[in-house]
């Protein structure tokens, strides 16, 4: 059974650009979350999309977007990217919510 | 708000002794909780959870953790530590306040080393 996919796996930006990162979840799984991870904040909860819909919001400025396609497959958007926007983004895929699944992430430099 | 505390930034254990790793949390519900394995340059892989069912709550690779209300606390430990389970470790809990179980609290995270 395959995992969480996210692509690309890295990605190198400039200041001011925007960037779009995918997630495929577990076959099934309707739920679908992003998290930002960095060395200085660690992991912190970016947003939970279900049946396409965004259920939950953590604390980022509107730069960060999401959506949720119909076969649950996800995209985050970063626009205007800046510096400290470096990152490991992780996507994680639940059946239940009482357990999520993370797929191995994508490191987005931005220069 | 609920919030987890994981008192250790790192620990370093010898091959064949045991590990424990602590974890304090902060919750007005009855939290779900979790503890999840970092290797380097890897995502994050679920060790084990408690849902309010028994409050030892066993996992993979021979982890185990003991749900106490009394300390809010939710330590792991292995008997025997492996090279293999070098890593960082995160103690996790669900934001039940956001409306959903996709909102999860991570602590800041213990990196174990194991020394040959």
């Known amino acids: 059974k395959a995992g969480v996919t996210q692509t690309p796996r890295y990605l190198i930006k400039t200041r001011g650009q925007q960037v779009t990162l995918s997630c495929s979840p577990i076959s099934g799984h309707r739920s679908v979350s992003w998290y930002q991870q960095t060395p200085g904040q660690g992991l912190q909860f970016l947003f939970e999309?279900?049946?396409?819909?965004?259920?939950n919001k953590g604390n980022f400025p509107g730069r960060f977007s999401g959506r949720q396609f119909s076969n649950s497959r996800s995209e985050m958007n970063v626009s205007t990217l800046e510096l400290g926007d470096s990152a490991l983004y992780l996507c994680a895929s639940s059946l239940t919510g009482l357990g999520y699944t993370f797929g191995s992430g994508t490191r987005l430099t931005v220069v | 708000a609920q919030s987890v505390t994981q008192l250790d930034s790192h620990v370093s254990v010898s091959e064949g002794t045991p590990v424990l790793l602590r974890c304090n949390y902060s919750s007005s519900y009855s939290p779900s909780l979790f503890w999840y394995v970092q290797h380097p340059n890897k995502g994050l892989q679920l060790l084990l959870k408690y849902t309010s069912a028994a409050t030892l709550v066993k996992g993979i690779n021979g982890f185990e953790a003991e749900f106490k209300k009394s300390e809010t606390s939710f330590h792991l430990t292995k008997p025997s530590a492996h090279m293999s389970d070098a890593a960082e470790y995160f103690c996790v809990v669900s934001d039940l306040l956001g409306g959903s179980q996709g909102n999860l609290i991570f602590g800041k995270g213990t990196k174990l080393s194991v020394k040959p």
């Open positions: 999309y279900f049946s396409e819909t965004q259920r």
